[in-house]
Each structure stands twice: as structure tokens, then as C-alpha cells.
């Protein structure tokens, strides 16, 4: 089925860009219905936009014909996830208190649809505590908030409050968008209890490793592996979603940090032990990392030379640390420790074995015989101390957002 966005542009000099990012959600076979503020109407045209998504641009609240043919409350709840980009201090603001004094207000007032909201202002806007107190209660409301980029300003001054390029959010709308639906407050939750996915780990500290290690052999060569940094990253994300302050180890990948992280790079398996003790300590440690398990014993400094014997040359390894492990016996230990186990056969088997050897709570198995290395699906078993549940292969973010919700209730427990 087509996803669709509804998709407010609100007014400011960024306006311009949600043209790239329509033609990019519309490349990725997602339906765009577009809502101009008054003030972005002097920065887009309604007809540019018109013409992108092929649709009618909404402007006016009380225009009677099209209040007639679509009323407001529907145009509020025909998509599957609503957008604001530009997001303006002014309507993030307006949200904030509630106020309802226009089109594009009254449907965020109105809606039952998750609801993505992408800043982009001056710098001492972004900064001035009523729109960090705005965004606060926001962020407390359930809307998904994307930090804005940092760099030079229309206006002539340098710092954060750029709109972040239309490749990244169209990223963050495609992510959100593999999200589980939200349960209804009004019908699902009688006890108004915080929806999933929201807030739920506020005030936690997540500490998550991802990606490969390198191991240098010498100045040219390493020892590396094939994991992508995706499911770790889509982890990291879903962490921050849920509110939590979370620290990302990652080892040597070309992904963009996820919004609101906290990311140290890391090359050698060494390296990232260091960096996560350094992060301790941490409420819930999530070990997604492909640690490599043997570095060389000596990395030399020249690049090493073939001697002419046509002999190989001799590579002598040694075992890495083990960081889960370690962390399993700190004396800092996240009171939830979770590891990965990629296994080829006998899948939860061996991951039931690594429970007790590393001393984690949980292992989340998968299968990496096919390509879930780099791969955007993954079928995961979770092994704990209870038992074994396995969940269908879902996309990666798919898993990070429902693994991070059980993570959440671990703590809703407590
Ligand atoms: N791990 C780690 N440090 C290492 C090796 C692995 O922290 N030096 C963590 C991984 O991040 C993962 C878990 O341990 O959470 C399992 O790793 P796995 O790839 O299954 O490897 P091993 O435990 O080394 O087991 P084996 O290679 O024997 O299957």
C-alpha cells in the first residue's frame, strides 16, 4: 500500500528545500499532500508544489470549497505520518501551547498520526530557552524532533539551526515510517499510559556499540569484517527516540550519526573497549558490534614486502578483549546488558551458550548465512533466561524500534 505523508511547510528561508525533499519522498513511491503556512507562501509557491506532488496545496483554514471536499479533521488523519519542514520557532511554539489559528496548527491539533517536526531557525532562536522549553514539552508529547544541522546562516551567522539536507530527513521519515502504528490513546490505552516508543526510556543512559573493527597489519592492511553498522545505528536511533541520552561506539562505517546521539569512532577492538568504559556507566548496554576476535600480535610500522621466496608472510594473531564480556563482570555493569550473536547454524544453541559465557542478560541471535551483513532485513530470536522469542524478518529499523520498546518495559517495570 502507498504510504502517505502530509507534509507543512511552514515559513522561512529553508522553505525552498521541502521542493527536493517532495521530489525525493515521491522517488521512493511516497505520496505527498502539501500544506503551505502563510508566511511560506512567500517563499514556495503553492503551484511548485502543486506540480511535485500532484496534488492540491492546502493553504487556508475556512476555505469553503475546500473545506467542503476535505475538511481539515480528515486532511489530519488521511496520512500515515505528518511532517513539518521547514519547522518554524514560531510553530513550535504554537504547538507547544496547543494554539489552533490556522490550517496547519488545527491539523496538528487534530491529528492521531505520528508527527515528525524538522527545526530550522537562526542560531539564537534554536538556542533562546523558550524554543529548547518548547521542544522539551514536545519531545514529551510524542512528536519525533530531528536536530537541526550547524553551519553557515542565511542570515550571516555561523551555528545550529539549518535545516538538515532533504536526503537526511526523507532517511528519518522512511524509519519512522517502518514503525510499528501508534496505539490510540483514546481507544487502546483506557489508562492513558505512555504510548511505546515514547519517552519510554527518559532520563536513561543507552550505550550501544556498532559496526566492524579494524585490526591494522600494517600501514595498508587490516583485518576487518563485513558488518555495516546498520542494525547497531538503527538502534542507537530508536534509543534516541525513545528519549533515552545514548552513547554510539562505533567502529570504522560511512553512516550518519543518528539525531540526538552521542557518537565516538573507534578503528581497533581496543580502542572500543576503551571508549565504552570511558561512556560508563550506563543503564542499558547494547553490544551490536562485530568485534574482531584476533587482532595481529605485532602491527608493524613498514608495509610488509613480499621476499621473493613465494612463501607467505607470517601473521601471528592474538585474542582482542572481549567487551561484552567484560562488561558482563564489572563492577559498573548496565543493570540490562544485551549482546548479539551472529551465528551460521544452530542459532539459538550457541546463543543460549553465550548468555551464560559473557554474563549478558539477553542475546539477540541472528542468522548471518544470508545477507544480513549489509543487508536492510533482519530475523532475530531474543535468548534470555526465560526462554527464546523470535520475531519475523522485519527491516532494521523495524527491529531497533520493537527491541527498544522492550527494553523500555524492562524499565516501565520497575
Ligand atoms: N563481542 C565483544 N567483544 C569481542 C567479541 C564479541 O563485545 N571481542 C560481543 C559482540 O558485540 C556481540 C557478542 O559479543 O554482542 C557476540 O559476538 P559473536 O560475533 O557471536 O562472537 P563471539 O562471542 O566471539 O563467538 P564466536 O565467534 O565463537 O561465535
Same mark, same amino acid.
Given at each position: ?47 511548485? &508544489? ?150 519510554? &526510556? ?65 578503528? !581497533? ?66 543493570? &540490562? ?10 542459532? !539459538? ?27 536492510? !532485513? ?37
Amino acid at each position: 500500500m502507498t504510504q502517505r505523508i502530509l507534509l507543512i511547510v511552514s515559513g522561512g528561508i529553508a522553505a525552498y528545500k521541502s521542493l527536493e525533499l517532495v521530489r525525493l519522498l515521491r522517488r521512493k513511491g511516497i505520496a505527498v499532500r502539501a500544506v503551505l503556512t502563510e508566511s511560506a507562501e512567500k517563499f514556495v509557491t503553492p503551484l511548485s &508544489l502543486g506540480v511535485l506532488t500532484e496534488d492540491h496545496v492546502f493553504g487556508q483554514l475556512f476555505d469553503l470549497k475546500e473545506e467542503r471536499e476535505i475538511g481539515h479533521i480528515q486532511l489530519s488523519r488521511q496520512a500515515d505520518l505528518i511532517v513539518i519542514a521547514p519547522a518554524t520557532a514560531n510553530i513550535l511554539a504554537k504547538m507547544a501551547n496547543g494554539i489552533a489559528d490556522d490550517l496547519a496548527t488545527t491539523i496538528l491539533l487534530a491529528t492521531d498520526k505520528p508527527v515528525l517536526a524538522v527545526p530550522a531557525m537562526n542560531v539564537r532562536m534554536w538556542h533562546h530557552r523558550a524554543t529548547q522549553r518548547n521542544l522539551e514539552r514536545l519531545r514529551a508529547d510524542g512528536i519525533h524532533i530531528m536536530e537541526p544541522d550547524d553551519g553557515d546562516m542565511a542570515c550571516g551567522e555561523y551555528g545550529k539551526g539549518r535545516l538538515p539536507e532533504p536526503e537526511a530527513i526523507a532517511r528519518e521519515i522512511e524509519r519512522l515510517l517502518a514503525l510499528p502504528p501508534l496505539p490510540d490513546p483514546l481507544t487502546d490505552q483506557p489508562d492513558f499510559a505512555p504510548p511505546p516508543n515514547k519517552g519510554g &526510556l527518559a532520563g536513561r543512559h543507552v550505550l550501544i556499540t556498532a559496526g566492524p573493527t579494524h585490526e591494522p597489519i600494517d600501514p595498508v592492511r587490516f583485518i576487518a569484517n563485513r558488518s555495516s553498522g546498520k542494525q547497531g545505528f538503527a538502534i542507537a536511533a530508536a534509543a534516541a527516540q525513545a528519549g533515552a541520552r545514548v552513547t554510539l561506539v562505533a567502529g570504522p562505517v560511512a553512516l550518519p550519526t543518528p539525531a540526538g546521539v552521542k557518537r565516538v569512532d573507534v578503528e !581497533t577492538a581496543r580502542e572500543m573497549l576503551g571508549a565504552v568504559e570511558a561512556a560508563l556507566p550506563a543503564d542499558v548496554a547494547i553490544m551490536v558490534a562485530a568485534v574482531a576476535d584476533w587482532r595481529t600480535a605485532d602491527a608493524v610500522g613498514q608495509k610488509i614486502k613480499k621476499d621473493g621466496s613465494g612463501a607467505p608472510a607470517p601473521l601471528a594473531l592474538v585474542e582482542n578483549p572481549d567487551i561484552l564480556a567484560t562488561l558482563g563482570t564489572s563492577s559498573s555493569r548496565p543493570a &540490562l546488558l544485551i549482546g548479539f550473536a551472529a551465528e551460521t547454524q544452530n542459532v !539459538t544453541e550457541h546463543a543460549q551458550a553465550k548468555l551464560a559465557k559473557k554474563g549478558a542478560d539477553w542475546i539477540v541471535a541472528n542468522d548471518v548465512s544470508g545477507d544480513v551483513m549489509g543487508g536492510e !532485513t533482519n530475523a532475530i530470536h531474543i535468548v534470555t533466561a526465560d526462554g527464546v522469542e523470535s520475531w519475523a524478518d522485519m527491516p532494521k529499523a523495524a527491529v531497533a524500534s520493537r527491541l527498544i520498546e522492550k527494553v523500555a518495559n524492562v524499565f516501565r517495570a520497575d
